[in-house]
């Protein structure tokens, strides 16, 4: 049996952003494991499934239950709240169940904000790296901020990361504090909403511009100039 690794929209109408083989292939299927029930709910209603008569389970610990419909003969579907599941999200830890099991895994289309991001800043697109979530505690942040910088600059690598959306102007903050004035970076903010913004600057410039993003989803690159 089959584990379906099934994007959702970052913004806009499912059959607006999946493609039509994608939509047809969750409709085929009955049980899901997704991060939330009711967001999974308006996903699948909004693909005009019949909500009501599907199995619907959290992710949570307990993967032998999640992997229970696929033991019984009948293919899963795995959702997270938007994007690609399994990065950056608990289905990573499912999917590694799923393996462990000798299931086959099955990855869909659909949009992922992380390399969306990274193909419109114009960053390195060779060598990059998902960092996922930066410390909280503004010591800790900073650090690792200078830590990512002094990467990017010895490898000529794009350093990729993300932020709840209501501390997005604090992480920019933090950014601009910490890095170097020629270093080049990316703030990729609403990606596919009509409200989308996708600027990449120096820092330098960005500390003239003062520009705030809000409370928005946004992905942040970083590539630090290459300098003695």
């Known amino acids: 049996m089959i584990l379906y690794a ?3 929209p970052l913004g806009g109408a499912p059959d607006e952003v999946l493609p039509k083989f994608v939509l047809e292939r969750v409709k085929s299927l009955n049980d899901f494991a997704v991060e ?12 005009g ?14 993967f032998a239950s999640l992997l229970k419909p696929l ?23 499912l999917v590694e169940a799923a393996h462990r099991e000798g299931f086959r895994v099955v990855p869909l289309v659909g949009p992922s904000s992380i390399t969306l991001a990274l193909m419109a800043s114009g960053l390195e697109g060779q060598r ?13 942040r900073a650090r690792r901020i200078k830590q990512l910088e002094a990467r990017s600059r010895k490898e000529i690598e794009t350093e990729i990361f993300i932020e709840t959306p209501y501390r997005s102007d604090a992480l ?5 504090e910490a890095c170097h004035a020629q270093t080049r970076l990316c703030v ?7 409200t989308e913004s996708i600027s990449t600057r120096h820092v330098s410039e960005w500390r003239k511009q003062k520009t705030g993003i809000g409370r928005r989803p946004a992905v942040f690159l970083l590539l630090a100039h290459s300098y003695g």
């Open 6 to 8: 099934i994007p959702t």
């Open 36 to 47: 939330n029930a009711k967001s999974a709910r308006a996903f699948l209603g909004a693909v």
């Open 49 to 62: 499934m019949p909500v009501r008569d599907l199995h619907i389970e959290e992710i949570k610990d307990d």
């Open 71 to 93: 033991r019984q003969g009948r293919p899963l579907g795995l959702l997270s709240e938007a994007g690609c599941p399994a990065i950056a999200d608990p289905g990573a830890a």
């Open 128 to 140: 990059f790296a998902f960092c996922g979530y930066l410390p909280r505690d503004p010591a800790d």
């Open 172 to 176: 920019l903050g933090a950014l601009l």
């Open 188 to 194: 990729a903010a609403d990606l596919t909403l009509p």
